[in-house]
């Protein structure tokens, strides 16, 4: 009940601001520019910015990012979460009321509103993911209570709601909702929920039903804390950024039904506050956040048995706070936004001759500093 008070509250809260200021002012494009140069290749990343309010795109090239024209957006409120259809054909943003929906342009990766620039759903987003079949939006609610489930109209990006999911809370443990993610076969969603561990649902993504969930329990009253998820390529390893006295970077084997089994050795000892993660395409390094200290840290991953070995040169230096990792659709590049700034938004490509280490590639402004970068949402 306290749940549905508070989504009633945010909405009409919403409404409100609507009725005095007109939702059309949210969608206001802003010019940004960049002083790289380089023909877009359908390769582009998305950035949420929490202290400017607004939404800002570029183009992945050979070691350049470029501020596409009409990909920046004043939102009238600070976003959340983003994520990319699997056709690259819409971008969701999400706040602490409701969800909104871009087209992207396939040709330059900029943006337009859809539904006349109106909200597409309503949730308090803390973090949102996509099914694989592009199917189904599902957004970890910031009422550290539920999940709530969308249907995508892949033509006008409008969400139909399904029942909220009320997820199971171990005894005694407290939610912070951090993460949502699908694993890359759609067969399992995870759930990060800060010291109350993380919780697994089979998935079927034919109907979007959720199966018994499962639990991974941190223990009560820890202070050790489940921040973000990154699954591997083949769905059968799931990496947990998790932070305090026992954090590192925390993996399990995916068995049936979701069922976990924590790998030999970890969590594999990171930087400071693990705050994000990201396997690279082949499925063969992984590298963690940690928002306190500014940097990456890197691992080589052992086929078949999953346990992890530290990257030559690792950790790598990153943005103030890096909060958000994301690999680009050509797999040759890896992204970092860090919330600080100095910079935003981070490029490093994989060394030639070390297999996995990160080298610096070019960093870039997500608009006129300091823009609070939350998220990465990047194209397929």
């Known amino acids: 009940m306290m749940g549905l008070l508070r989504r009633v509250a945010a909405v009409l809260g919403l409404a409100a601001l609507c009725w005095t200021t007109g939702c059309a002012g949210f969608w206001v494009a802003v010019d940004n520019s960049s002083s790289s140069s380089t023909t877009p290749t359908n390769d582009y990343v998305y950035v949420a910015n929490a202290t400017t309010e607004t939404v800002s795109g570029f183009a992945v090239g050979t070691g350049s990012l470029t501020a596409v024209t009409g990909t920046t957006y004043s939102l009238g409120f600070a976003p959340t979460g983003a994520a990319v259809n699997p056709a690259n054909s819409i971008l969701f943003v999400g706040g602490n009321a409701a969800i ?41 609610d910031q009422n550290n209570l539920t999940l709530d489930e969308f249907l995508i109209n892949s033509s006008t990006g409008v969400l139909t709601a399904y029942n909220p999911t009320y997820y199971p809370v171990p005894s005694g443990a407290t939610v912070v909702a951090h993460g949502v993610k699908f ?18 649902y089979p998935f079927n993504t034919s109907t979007g039903a959720l199966s018994a969930p499962l639990s991974l329990s941190l223990g009560p009253a820890s202070t050790n804390s489940d921040n973000a998820l990154a699954v591997s390529p083949d769905s059968t390893l799931l990496f947990i950024a998790r932070s305090g006295p026992a954090g590192g970077l925390a993996v399990y084997t995916i068995g049936s039904g979701g069922s976990l089994a924590q790998v030999s050795g970890s969590p594999f000892t990171a930087g ?34 999953g346990v992890l070995t530290t990257l030559s040169g690792s950790p790598y230096q990153s943005g103030s706070g890096v909060t958000a990792l994301a690999v680009d659709s050509s797999g040759a590049y890896l992204l970092a936004a860090a919330n600080g700034g100095s910079p935003d938004l981070t490029m490093y490509s994989y060394d030639p001759t ?24 990047m194209t397929h």
């Open 100 to 140: 909104y929906a871009f087209a992207i342009d396939s040709s330059t990766g900029a943006l337009s509103v859809l539904n006349g620039g109106g909200a597409v759903g309503y949730a308090a987003v803390a973090s949102m993911d996509i099914s694989p079949d592009g199917n189904w939006l599902i957004a970890l």
């Open 354 to 377: 070390i297999m996995g280490k990160l080298d610096f590639s070019t960093s870039i402004a997500t608009g006129t500093d300091p823009t609070g970068p939350v998220a990465l949402a």
């Open 272 to 305: 400071a506050q693990p705050y994000a993660a990201a396997v690279n395409a082949a499925g063969t390094d992984v590298y963690v956040a940690n928002r306190t200290d500014g940097t990456i840290s890197g691992f080589s991953i052992a086929s078949g048995s």
């Open 183 to 200: 694993a890359p076969n759609g067969n399992d969603l995870f759930l990060a929920l800060g010291t109350a561990g993380d919780v697994v």
